[in-house]
């Protein structure tokens, strides 16, 4: 189609983005919404080591650090790292298994228009009275007797985003499952796909005790029930297992996928095969499973016996098993490999040792006995940080640079990368090893200051000063994506060259249509089968024909907005505003009259002609 | 091949051997619809019969009506045809994971 490459006014250009259905410019969208929230949590993370760095530091107030750390938290959790693995998966799975979008790509920007309303909504709060102040977990205890409208914002923001997260991951398994390439078996899959797939498994069991607490929540706070109020008969402890059974899953959904980059990385880098490819499947589908059975181990000292505490720590140690497994194969995936050191794999490289540590100190807390002296200590803040932070983070900033040229068409500058990398490593050690002995010293965490002299002023300062350099790294990298966004030089189909899977066979950014014809697979790794025999690129399954798109439309933005409204009537309601009801059904009318025009009016989407995708130059599929 | 309707306007398609599956299929049809109608009856009888505690009647049932629904699923709503692979894994790993769920919620929270 010759105006794909026309140059658009800018207005023009948001609308195109507005409207967007192409998984790849929703892809884009998931980036920069989830890049933003990145930078506003990693702006809270810096205060909050600005004020621990010297001892009574009164950089924020007590009330401030609280509602600080809460939406470091939730908004790293869910509105940075969901979306930027979104953003990948979004970008990558449908090439990797030669398909030409998700399978229902109205849906898949309806998705990303709800997390994107409600992020803005949950850190509206900050402008509106007052940010969630009870902890990313948001505990029932804690949560009811909150003043102000912050865990209201909490509830409300996450219900909507969740929606959205909740109909991507379906989205992405009906995608797998109905739409892989032909010749392209489970077996062959690549394994960010099969990374993909499970995680997205997971986000469709995982996803509903988490609405179902938020709804109880909501309940509580907003319209006088008492599922939580111990007072009135109710119970708080269900809270924290409705959050635990979501939120335990929720952290294997986002290594999962960081797995999946780092395997893609591991073996194009390494110029091999993954080794143990059908180990490392078999794994992932483990670590999804057992991922269900280990939630009480964040309650450990809750009080449920003996019996319950034995049980969740057993099955929490299993899970180092195909973890393990899994580090071994890439270490064999490097072993006699000629391994070349690009940016993403020094991040690769990176990532093995500091995500070990976390799994140790995993399996330290999840002895039930000793968890006692680790709980609400700096030791628990740093094991989760070294496995978020060394695992998930490093892989999204791997996967940035490894498919930025598939995404944009540029390639990442390799020097100003491997700075970013060393100046993000060594500020990630410094300032989470440290924090290691000082919750076996004996710092509690969430304490918004500690007094001099108990042994924690340098170790908190060295802390802070690591917290210095991963900003450094950021900053460097968001300059590296400017710089090379201004040059704006063109890379072709296979920038790394030695791609293996299939996004490395059609053009960076690819066409709208993706594949002209449908890529025939011939085995695992199928672009690298096709190379070692002396193709070009992939043999096609199909002759060319008609492609059946999708239109644009608005409608999704429009149903997200109708939940956003929604939210402030709902919310002020407490307060006995006399706009209050009147917002909520005029929100809920905007939701519910989009969908109903989008039942109503039928859209049968267009056709790309054989003679157009003929006449295109470039494009090979 | 077994789902598509018997007007269809391929030529290729083999109509004895659907018809021959189609009756196979009526035939489990019946077998399991008179299987459950006999179930049901069993529980009927056991409620209606002296001599059984509760303790042994509630646990009975559910598993006759675990039973049903098997048979609803895989006979009625075509689940053991090919091609529903993917729908049944999900189903069933649904289930565990919620029962899981339910059997800890029931054991370990207390008030």
């Known amino acids: 189609m010759s105006t794909y490459a026309q140059k658009k006014g800018f207005g023009a250009t948001v609308w195109d983005y507005l409207t967007t259905v192409d998984h790849k410019k929703i892809a884009i969208l998931y980036l920069i919404a989830g890049g933003l929230f990145f930078l506003i949590g990693g702006l809270e993370a810096v205060f909050i080591r600005i004020q621990l760095a010297v001892p009574n530091n009164d950089f924020v107030s007590a009330g401030a650090f609280n509602e600080i750390i809460t939406m470091h938290g939730t908004t790293m959790i869910f509105l940075a790292a969901m979306p930027l693995l979104f953003a990948f998966m979004n970008a990558v799975m449908p090439l990797q298994i030669g398909a030409r979008d998700v399978a229902f790509p109205f849906v898949n920007a309806l998705g990303f228009w709800l997390f994107f309303f409600g992020g803005i909504f949950l850190n509206l709060s900050w402008f509106l009275g007052g940010a969630p102040d009870a902890g990313w977990t948001s505990y029932a205890s804690l949560a009811i007797h909150s003043k102000g409208h912050g865990v209201d914002f909490y509830v409300l923001g996450l219900q909507i985003s969740g929606f959205g997260t909740l109909m991507g991951g379906i989205n992405f398994l009906v995608t797998i499952i109905n739409m892989r390439a032909p010749g392209m078996t489970y077996m062959r899959m690549p394994l960010f796909t099969w990374s993909t797939f499970v995680a997205s498994a997971m986000i469709l069991f995982a996803f509903p005790p988490l609405t179902v607490g938020l709804t109880l929540m909501m309940f509580d706070r907003l319209f006088g029930a008492n599922f939580f109020e111990v007072a009135m008969g109710g119970n708080t402890i269900i809270w924290e297992h409705l959050f635990w059974v979501f939120g335990h899953p929720e952290v294997y959904i986002l290594i999962l996928p960081a797995f999946g980059i780092f395997s893609e990385i591991f073996s194009t880098f390494s110029r091999k095969r993954l080794f143990g490819y059908s180990s490392m499947v078999f794994a992932t589908v483990l670590i999804g499973f057992l991922g269900f059975m280990v939630w009480a181990h964040h309650m450990f000292t809750t009080g449920l016996g003996p019996v319950a505490n034995a049980i969740f720590a057993v099955a929490t140690m299993a899970i180092g098993v195909p973890t393990g497994i899994k580090i071994f194969n890439w270490l064999f995936t490097m072993w006699g490999g000629s391994v070349k050191f690009t940016t993403p794999m020094y991040y690769a490289f990176g990532f093995i040792p500091s995500f070990v540590c976390g799994g140790v100190t995993g399996v330290m807390v999840a002895t039930a006995a000793a968890d006692y002296q680790y709980h609400d200590t700096y030791f628990v803040v740093a094991h989760f940080h070294y496995v978020i932070v060394g695992g998930v983070v490093l892989a999204l900033l791997a996967g940035t640079h490894y498919w930025w040229p598939k995404m944009f068409g540029t390639m990442l500058n390799e020097t100003l990368g491997k700075i970013t990398f060393w100046l993000f490593f060594i500020g990630f050690h410094l300032t989470f090893f440290i924090q290691h002995f000082l919750g076996l010293w004996g710092m509690p965490r969430r304490v918004f200051t500690f007094l001099p002299g108990q042994g924690f002023d340098a170790a908190n300062m060295v802390s802070s000063v690591g917290a210095a350099f991963m900003s450094a790294g950021v900053i460097l990298l968001l300059l590296n994506i400017v710089v090379t966004q201004v040059k704006n030089v063109k890379v072709g189909n296979d920038p790394w060259e030695d791609g293996r899977t299939l996004e490395w066979a059609i053009p960076s950014p690819p066409p709208f249509y993706n594949f002209k014809q449908l890529p025939l697979v011939r085995g695992l790794d199928a672009l690298w089968l096709e190379k070692m025999e002396g193709k070009k690129g992939m043999t096609p399954a199909e002759p060319l024909g008609d492609i059946h798109m999708p239109n644009a439309s608005f409608i999704p933005f429009m149903i997200s907005l109708g939940l956003f409204i929604a939210a402030f009537g709902a919310m002020y309601h407490v307060n006995d505003k006399p706009w209050a009801i009147p917002v909520l059904i005029l929100g809920l009318a905007v939701t519910f009259g989009s969908m109903l025009v989008r039942s109503l009016k039928d859209d049968h989407g267009f056709h790309i002609h054989k003679e157009e995708l003929q006449d295109e130059k470039g494009a090979e599929a | ?111």
């Open chain 2, 1 to 111: 091949m077994t789902n598509q309707p018997l007007s269809s306007s391929n030529p290729r398609v083999d109509l004895e051997y659907r018809r021959k599956k189609n009756v196979e299929e009526m035939r489990h049809q019946v077998i399991s619809f008179t299987l459950m109608i006999f179930l049901t009856f069993i529980a009927f009888a056991v409620v209606a019969l002296k001599g059984f505690t509760a303790s042994f009647i509630v646990p009975f049932i559910l598993l006759l009506a675990a039973v049903q629904v098997v048979f609803q699923l895989f006979y009625f709503m075509h689940m053991s045809h090919k091609g529903h692979e993917a729908p049944s894994m999900f189903l069933f790993t649904g289930l565990f994971l919620g029962l899981v769920i339910v059997l800890a919620f029931m054991t370990i929270i207390w008030w």
